[in-house]
């Protein structure tokens, strides 16, 4: 079983950056895959960004690619989303998923875990 809490949005405005940051309770983390996705008001939950359990794989939106960079320390059990040059289009609820599955994982219904979601809200 794994937990995972969110921290680290805010109110930011277009052009600034935030790091995420999922902290995971429980023995498989630093085993799991993990990703990043996001949810606006009215639309699906979408994929973000993807890392497996080696640090080695990583996979990114088109939407974010070039600004946005995926990373995690199995020693602390956190992972974490740097997200350079915001976008109002980035306004979201950010949620931290995980996956019995080690690798880098794109579909979301292959993850087993995620967390409450951390609010992202970037002004023009």
């Known amino acids: 079983q794994v937990q995972l809490v969110e921290s680290g949005g805010g109110l930011v405005q277009a052009g600034d950056s935030l790091r995420l940051s999922c902290e995971a309770s429980g023995r498989t983390f630093s085993s799991s895959g993990m990703g990043w996705f996001r949810q606006a008001p009215g639309k699906e939950r979408e994929f973000v960004a993807t890392?497996?359990?080696?640090?080695?794989?990583?996979y990114y939106a088109d939407s974010v690619k070039g600004r946005f960079t995926i990373s995690r320390d199995n020693a602390k059990n956190t992972g974490y989303l740097q997200m350079n040059s915001l976008k109002p289009e980035d306004t979201a609820v950010y949620y931290c998923?995980?996956?019995?599955?080690?690798?880098?994982?794109?579909?979301?219904?292959?993850?087993?875990?995620w967390g409450q979601g951390t609010q992202v809200t970037v002004s023009s």
């Open positions: 890392i497996d359990w080696s640090s080695r794989i990583t």
């Open positions: 998923e995980a996956s019995r599955r080690s690798t880098s994982i794109i579909e979301k219904s292959l993850y087993d875990y």
